[in-house]
Nanobody, 114 residues
């Protein structure tokens, strides 16, 4: 069983910062690839950032240089530090974990507005 719980969403100012966190409860001990997706109103869900078991990261072009994904393996937690926020970053952000299949959290809403 895998459960993912996101936190840290809310209202952010343009140019400001927010930090998302995702805590994974996994019954099988190990380190898993994790990531963040987002879905804006009327748009398809897209990959924002991912982090492999060894720590290699991957980012969407639209967030490179602004967002940073990191993980705490001891706690099975992944974070997404979002800086220089733009209104187009407004979306529901979902945490994912890959173990045999992709598991999804319920999502946390991020709204960027002045």
């Amino acid at each position: 069983q895998v459960q993912l719980v996101e936190s840290g969403g809310g209202l952010g100012q343009p140019g400001g910062s927010l930090r998302l966190s995702c805590a994974a409860s996994v019954s099988i001990f190990g380190i898993y690839p994790m990531g963040w997706y987002r879905q804006a109103p009327g748009k398809q869900r897209e990959l924002v950032a991912s982090i492999a078991t060894g720590g290699r990261t991957n980012y969407a072009e639209s967030v490179k240089g602004r967002f940073t994904i990191s993980r705490d393996n001891a706690k099975n937690t992944v974070h997404l530090q979002m800086s220089s926020l733009k209104p187009e970053d407004t979306a529901v952000y979902y945490c994912t974990l890959n173990y045999v299949k992709t598991y999804w959290g319920k999502g946390t809403l991020v709204t960027v507005s002045s």
